[in-house]
């Protein structure tokens, strides 16, 4: 049994969810976000929650089971709240802006990067080495984030380059002389 798929998801007021032709829509005061149904769970509006449960007592379907009940908690979460990742750049002379739906990236290549803003996301830059990627879909904020992140990853000697915030990254000692 999932501890996780077992718990219903709460809806709070000001968000609808709908389920018809295979497709589990819900929205909210920040939007609207639809997620496709699997065959192998049952997906109940009951009340002012949602539930989910194994279609039957398949492996394949128990698998599916805490992970499709929490893909249902992110759309509600998304919806109401947002999602959020922060980026913090560490390196001398390393910075970043974002002007309109770019973000110009600064990272000691001889050229700028700049990363186009995929639509859905509000990126923000409140000083030049913090980057806030926000939006209504955890997957979309998580990915653009990963790729901000992929351009300069943290490397272990001084630590430079662009890192999660809370994200602790390993120093290793240098050479000996």
């Known amino acids: 049994m999932s501890r996780i798929g077992k ?5 709070p007021s000001g968000v609808t969810a709908d389920i018809e032709n295979g497709m589990l829509t819900v929205k ?21 929650a ?3 449960n194994p279609a039957n007592d398949t492996r394949a379907a128990r698998a599916f089971w805490g992970m499709q009940r929490t893909l249902v908690s992110n759309l509600v979460e998304g919806v109401t709240t947002g999602f959020t990742r922060v980026l913090n750049i560490t390196g001398v002379g ?6 309109g739906r770019t973000l110009k990236l ?8 700049d990363l186009e803003v995929p639509e859905g ?3 923000k830059t409140p000083d030049q ?3 806030e990627v926000s939006g209504i ?36 000692e240098g050479k000996k002389k």
Do not use: C, M, N
């Open 28 to 48: 909210g005061p920040k939007g609207a976000l639809s997620l496709g149904l699997s065959d192998l769970i049952e997906y109940k509006l009951e009340g002012e």
């Open 137 to 172: 879909d955890k997957q979309k904020v998580g990915q653009f984030a990963a790729e901000v992140r992929r351009w300069r990853k943290p490397e272990p000697y001084k630590g430079k380059g662009i890192r999660y915030r809370g994200e602790f990254v390993f120093r290793k």
């Open 106 to 113: 600064q990272l000691g290549y001889s050229h700028d990067v």
């Open 50 to 52: 949602i539930q989910v």
């Open 94 to 99: 390393y910075r970043a802006s974002a002007q």
């Open 129 to 131: 080495t913090t980057i």
């Open 121 to 123: 996301l509000e990126v």
């Open 7 to 11: 718990r219903p998801v709460a809806i």
